[in-house]
């Protein structure tokens, strides 16, 4: 099928296309290794590599569509997810790479010990690694829509992410070194929650200034006089992993759109709805 993708006959070609398509991932290997081997050695025509360029990604969109699928039927490895919306950027991406790269920034943390230290101690200790010597900063304002902004990797690796990719790198690195860390689904700006027993929530954490702490009275004003919105148990309560990536899907998404970049859009959308139902109107999109 491979040898057949440079055939003028555009009949022939949507033949094996369709066929090339119904093998998945289980073609790709191999279409990959066909592709990169005519890139290196200049024997692909300009027609094979035209098909080689349209196909090749079709696929690997494909495949993490269906690895995100399967992440959502035991959604308990966040560094797994973080992955696979990583490969949005760079589908070469290991699993090792990202892993490294994130376990180069937990070595930097301690262990917490709740017992040794309050709520709050622990969270401005957390925020001087965090925001001093790992050197983690908010998105510039006129850099807001840059899809890289919403890539973990990429957050990991320049320090630099929007509401809700910093927070998601934030609340990981937090869980993994013993801080009970969540996020919270507050429309506009996504926020976390340090909550000692996963329903009541101590204070909440805005990683977009530097990690300020502040209580429930401010998204009551936020709410209120900024949005005009009317307060919903979702917006103070801790959320789920699945409604966190969702919320980064929807930045994903309008930033691949800004760009116009309408195949990784598209992805972006599809990954959105294979998690299920959409979020609430006011936070879909923003």
């Not at 973080?82 to 180069?104: I, K, T």
């Not at 920034?105 to 969270?123: G, H, R």
Request: proline residues 6%; aromatic residues 12%.
């Amino acid at each position: 099928m491979i040898r057949l993708l440079d055939d003028p006959d555009k009949t022939v070609y949507r033949a094996i296309k369709k066929k090339i398509l119904a093998e998945g991932a289980n073609i790709l290997p191999d279409l990959t290794k066909a592709w990169q081997d005519a890139k290196a050695n200049g024997t692909g025509s300009s027609l094979l590599m035209y098909r080689f360029e349209k196909l090749v990604p079709l696929l690997q969109n494909s495949f993490i569509i269906n690895q995100i699928e399967q992440w959502k039927s035991a959604p308990s490895d966040y560094r797994r997810i973080a992955w696979l919306v990583s490969r949005f950027d760079n589908f070469a991406l290991d699993r090792e790479e990202f892993d490294s790269g994130l376990d180069a920034l937990k070595a930097m943390l301690p262990a917490y010990q709740t017992s040794n230290f309050s709520p709050l101690e622990q969270v401005r200790m957390f925020n001087n690694v965090f925001f001093n010597k790992m050197g983690f900063r908010p998105v510039n304002n006129n850099d807001f829509y840059n899809p890289l902004n919403c890539i973990p990797f990429k957050v990991i690796t320049n320090k630099i992410g929007n509401p809700v990719s910093l927070a998601l790198i934030y609340m990981m690195l937090a869980v993994e070194t013993g801080l009970p860390i969540y996020g919270v689904n507050l429309p506009k700006n996504f926020i976390l929650a340090y909550a000692g027993d996963a329903t009541s929530v101590d204070f909440y954490i805005n990683p977009m200034t530097m990690g300020a702490v502040f209580e429930k009275p401010e998204i009551d004003r936020f709410l209120r006089d900024d949005l005009k919105q009317k307060p919903e148990r979702q917006f103070y309560a801790p959320c789920d992993i699945i409604t966190i990536i969702k919320r980064l899907l929807c930045r994903l998404e309008l930033s691949y759109r800004t760009k116009n970049d309408t195949r990784k859009s598209d992805m972006a959308l599809k990954a959105y709805n294979t998690l299920g139902e959409p979020l609430n109107k006011v936070i879909d999109w923003e």
